[in-house]
């Protein structure tokens, strides 16, 4: 049984639908493909909801050429950061993560695929709001600064420029709030863990 990395995302989903922390909060979003840094990396899962929790999936097919790269991008943008792996990338991933980074393991197990928890992530004390806020459009960076009356200049400015001017002039906490807030109300490519909860429990 070959594992492909839409096996370990289900094992995923799977893990989400069980994990209370998640199921609890009826706002808790899944969002799959997730651009940052100005779409110079994207994560495979984000889970958004009193924090960001990104999960990148190295399944059996795949390489670990560009983890460095996708590791220094998701440590600006994610409270906490999982790497899902395939057993043959163990080993090898845990020489390259940071140490606050957690560890799933999927395995075959006859004919079904069990996920084991490595290790648990920590909180990531490396995030920055300067990329942090270009996860925001146009007309919401406006409506950030606004919020705190920065409103001279803004309206000419460069999505680039506004989240200078965001990391310049906002504490991280409000910034980090704003956020979560905008991606959990949008009308996109994010699902509602809840109702993907209820969808499969009917």
């Known amino acids: 049984m070959v594992i492909y990395e839409y096996n370990i995302r289900q094992v995923l989903h799977d893990e989400f639908l069980n994990n209370k922390d998640f199921i609890s909060d009826p706002d808790t979003i899944l969002v799959n493909e997730l651009d940052v840094c100005f779409g110079t990396a994207r994560i495979d899962v984000a889970v958004i909801n009193g924090k960001m929790h990104g999960f990148e999936i190295k399944s059996e097919q795949d390489n670990l050429e560009r983890l460095p790269a996708q590791i220094e991008a998701y440590n600006k943008i994610f409270d906490t950061l999982t790497v899902v792996v395939s057993e043959k990338h163990v080993s090898n991933v845990i020489k390259m993560i940071p140490e606050w980074w957690g560890i799933y393991c999927v395995s075959k197990e006859k004919d079904s ?57 906002i504490n991280e906490e409000e910034v980090k709030k704003f956020v979560r807030e905008k991606l959990k109300s949008r009308n996109w490519k994010a699902v509602k863990l809840r109702q993907l909860y209820d969808d499969l429990h009917l």
Do not use: D
């Not at 928890?117 to 920055?128: D, F, G, M």
């Open 113 to 169: 695929l069990i996920l084991k928890k490595i290790r648990l992530p920590q909180i990531n004390n490396e995030v920055s709001t300067f990329y942090l806020s270009q996860l925001l459009w146009k007309n919401e960076l406006l409506e950030l600064l606004h919020k705190f009356g920065i409103k001279k200049g803004t309206k000419s400015k460069s999505r680039f420029a506004l989240c200078e001017m965001v990391a310049g002039n």
